[in-house]
């Protein structure tokens, strides 16, 4: 069952030798979460803004995490169990 979030959160990114965004970690309600994989990335664009989408695991859960590039945020915006 896939539970909706929309939360802000913060989240550790790198940058992969192909300058990729790549999230490694996220704090949520206190909790820090380590993302052991990427399991999909897109982009979404609506009018002048450019959202980045992740589908992300942590091994028990996946999450989509949304970066807004025109405030520089990031949104927990799902939660689904594996």
């Known amino acids: 069952m896939i539970t909706e979030v929309g939360e802000p959160i913060t989240v550790g990114v790198v940058f992969d030798p192909e300058q990729?965004?790549?999230p490694k970690w996220f704090?949520?309600?206190?909790?820090?979460y380590a993302i052991e994989r990427v399991t999909?990335?897109?982009?979404?664009?609506?009018?002048?803004k450019l959202f980045y989408h992740f589908a992300v695991t942590d091994g028990a859960n996946l999450?989509?995490?949304?970066?807004?590039?025109?405030t520089l945020s990031w949104k927990l915006m799902?939660?689904?169990p594996m």
């Open 20 to 22: 990729t965004l790549r």
């Open 27 to 32: 704090v949520w309600n206190g909790r820090k």
């Open 40 to 48: 999909f990335a897109w982009k979404v664009r609506d009018g002048q």
């Open 63 to 70: 999450y989509e995490l949304t970066y807004d590039t025109s």
């Open 78 to 80: 799902a939660v689904s």
